[in-house]
């Protein structure tokens, strides 16, 4: 069983389009995010839930919009798409926040390309 | 605010060299520090980690110990194999967040 899962793997789109790219986790986990990595491999958070809480929102464009429904899933949709989202989006989950020896458990990212 | 700063790559070496890949930290407090690993087309990997000063992280003959007084926690390996090809991320957890390095590519030559 894959513990964080997240499709599509691979997403090629054109620009003004909105996509969505899901997340789940089986961990049982309280805590999910997002990050982003661009072509320098420089991975950046995006967003981090606790229990379908927002914690931390860094500066990201608001055409970038989480959504959990529930603790186990983190979706993020994006409007309005432009070139420089290309990236890699990776999902990611810990057991809770505030105990900061957590290990954060990645899944296997989703190649956004936008054309 | 709290930072990681890394050694730059790429990293080249033969196999059955010697790896050290520096890492050095900014922070209050008292973080948590952790390499992970990516390798090509996948997520990243937790490979050690170490939450107080002077504990030893360790797996698969990678090495890194915490060390506050000179805010740093390098990776060692001391033979490395054309399988550990891969990027690797120095990050310190602390309170909410997981703050990153920009990674180092490693590539061993057979």
């Known amino acids: 069983d894959t513990a964080v899962s997240q499709t599509p793997k691979y997403l090629v789109t054109q620009m003004g389009n909105d996509k969505s790219i899901k997340c789940e986790q089986n961990l049982g986990h309280d805590t999910m995010y997002w990050y982003k990595q661009d072509s320098k491999k420089f991975l950046k958070i995006m967003f981090s839930y606790n229990n379908k809480e927002l914690i931390i929102n860094e500066t990201v464009p608001n055409r970038f919009s989480p959504k959990s429904p529930d603790k186990a899933h983190l979706n993020l949709h994006i409007n309005s798409l432009e070139l420089g989202d290309s990236a890699v989006y990776f999902c990611?989950?810990?057991?809770?926040?505030?105990?900061?020896?957590?290990?954060?458990?990645f899944g296997e990212g989703s190649w956004l390309t936008v054309v | 605010g709290d930072s990681v700063t890394q050694m730059e790559g790429p990293v080249t070496l033969s196999e059955e060299a010697f790896l050290t890949i520096n890492c050095t930290y900014t922070?209050?407090?008292?973080?948590?520090l952790f390499w992970y690993v990516q390798y090509p087309g996948e997520g990243l990997q937790l490979l050690l980690k170490?939450?107080?000063?002077?504990d030893k992280g360790s797996n698969k003959g990678f090495e890194a110990t915490y060390r506050k007084e000179t805010t740093s926690f390098h990776l060692e390996k001391g033979s490395v194999q054309v399988s550990d090809s891969a990027v690797y991320f120095c990050?310190?957890?602390?309170?909410?967040?997981?703050?990153f390095g920009k990674g180092t590519r490693l590539h061993i030559l057979p």
């Open positions: 170490a939450t107080k000063a002077d």
């Open positions: 990611a989950s810990s057991q809770s926040r505030g105990s900061s020896g957590n290990t954060i458990y």
């Open positions: 922070a209050t407090g008292y973080p948590s």
């Open positions: 990050a310190l957890s602390k309170d909410d967040k997981i703050i």
